[in-house]
């Protein structure tokens, strides 16, 4: 185009020179070439309307029209005259033309300018939605984990195995921490224990084991905390970790029956590391933690209540058969002795039909602490039936077993006289004792035997051991 330009400017330059050099030679002028060199002139002109400005082709048009006038003001020819009104002619139909063009032009530009912004916002808006499903798209995805995380934590009732299922997913799918911490409060202590954890190969092992100031205020407000500047919140002004820094922080309570009972907390060395979906994905999955842990505590129950007798405390029958077995095992391995003890109230029928049962149920009670405290950490002690209970008594010797059973009839003797149950003769309990393997080889011989040996001591006088 800018050649085209460069090529019509020098032809009219050209043009108009030759026809100015004519009217000013001395020769006299040809009115045929001067009219040819005019009609080029309007021509050119013309021309120079549809390659130029507006401006540059009304400067041209004005050059040309002054040297058609010039024509003919020298010549004095009527075609000349003809000629610069058909310039005029032209050139205000050529600036109409062109005056429209350039309007369109410039409508055409607008339009383009118009929808040019629309593409933008239309670019923006699939942006936003690219956005906006990519968004949705990892909630899913993590919602679709979180279901995954209940699954599992609905086959687990191991309070160790949730907890570490808490610490590992919490950190693996909020993947911007440098440690998780799961700390419980301890009741005896009453204070936050470090309870499992998980933090980033980088970090250095974790040394505070009673939480600090992040836990603690989760734990009194019992509310979600995040905090994505440390130095800057308020509620925080002792910021200053020798152990490592961190800058970022959500946490959660861990609720068991609407109580607080622990904190699981994410922190970073990084400022604005979490979000409020962050903080809802953590206080979700803590909802399904505490639903686990209520369940395993229930679990837990369950499997105690089935194991315990109701009004003792004490294993039942079969606990104990159980525990028998495997301590015999063990005995056999470590050639160590096991002693067994078999204990019966003595005329308990007979106290209970003359006190009631209430007061039954408190001797009960009574005899069985006493079997309980008698026995050392490793024994146990069961309610083998009725007013008769089993003890189990591992590497006790003989002898060893004979000293335990006298000093728990002693105690039972001392003790129920002083409960005052009426002025008539005391409580008093009878304890047949076997050992293995002198008595017994198998833990059903060495229970019959320490049975046998209980009711000689009955048949005896009753108040006594009988061991051997």
């Not at 339009?111 to 942006?127: N, T």
Request: charged content about 25%.
């Amino acid at each position: 185009m800018n050649a085209i330009r460069a090529v019509t400017l020098l032809a009219c330059l050209l043009v108009a020179g030759a026809s100015t050099f004519v009217l000013l030679a001395r020769a006299p002028i040809d009115l045929k070439i001067i009219h040819t060199l005019t009609i080029l002139l309007i021509a050119l002109a013309t021309y120079s309307w549809v390659v130029f400005p507006v401006s540059v082709g009304a400067a041209v048009s004005a050059v040309v029209a002054l040297n058609t006038l010039w024509a003919w003001a020298v010549l004095r020819d009527n075609l000349l005259g003809f000629d610069a009104l058909v310039l005029a002619v032209l050139c205000g139909a050529a600036s109409v033309q062109q005056s429209r063009r350039e309007r369109r032009i410039i409508r055409l530009k607008q339009q383009l300018g118009d929808v040019s912004e629309e593409l933008h916002l239309k670019e923006q808006a699939v942006r936003l939605t690219e956005r906006s499903h990519n968004g949705l798209q990892h909630k899913l995805r993590r919602y679709q984990q979180l279901q995954t995380i209940a699954e599992h934590l609905s086959r687990l009732v191991n309070l160790e195995a949730i907890a570490k299922l808490a610490v590992d997913r919490a950190f693996e799918l909020i993947d911007k921490s440098d440690a998780c911490l799961l700390f419980v409060v301890d009741k005896e202590l009453q204070q936050l224990a470090l309870y499992a954890s998980q933090r980033a190969p980088d970090v250095p092992v974790i040394r505070s084991k009673q939480g600090d100031q992040f836990d603690r205020y989760v734990l009194r407000t019992q509310r979600p905390l995040l905090v994505n500047d440390v130095r800057r919140d308020f509620r925080f002004s002792d910021v200053g970790q020798a152990e490592r820094p961190i800058r970022s922080v959500i946490a959660c309570p861990v609720r068991v029956a609407q109580s607080a009972e622990g904190v699981l907390r994410l922190d970073s060395r990084e400022i604005g590391a979490y979000s409020q979906d962050d903080l809802r994905f953590l206080d979700i999955l803590l909802d399904l933690v505490d639903t686990a842990i209520a369940n395993a505590r229930l679990f837990a129950q369950t499997q105690q209540l089935a194991m315990t007798d109701g009004l003792t405390g004490l294993y039942r029958r079969q606990p104990f058969s159980d525990q028998l077995t495997r301590e015999i095992a063990r005995a056999q391995r470590t050639r160590q002795p096991l002693a067994v003890l078999m204990l019966d109230i003595d005329d308990f029928k007979l106290y209970n039909d003359t006190f009631g049962h209430t007061a039954g149920d408190l001797v009960l009670k009574t005899v069985a602490e006493i079997a309980r405290s008698a026995i050392p950490p490793d024994g146990m002690c069961a309610r083998y039936g009725g007013e008769e209970f089993a003890m189990l008594l591992p590497k006790a010797s003989r002898a060893h077993g004979a000293e335990i059973a006298n000093r728990i009839r002693q105690t039972v003797e001392t003790t129920v006289r002083a409960l005052g149950q009426g002025p008539g003769k005391p409580v008093t309990v009878s304890l047949g004792v076997a050992v293995f393997p002198d008595d017994a080889k198998s833990g059903l011989e060495l229970l019959r035997r320490a049975d046998q040996r209980l009711y000689q001591a009955k048949g005896t006088g009753k108040n006594r051991v009988w061991s051997s």
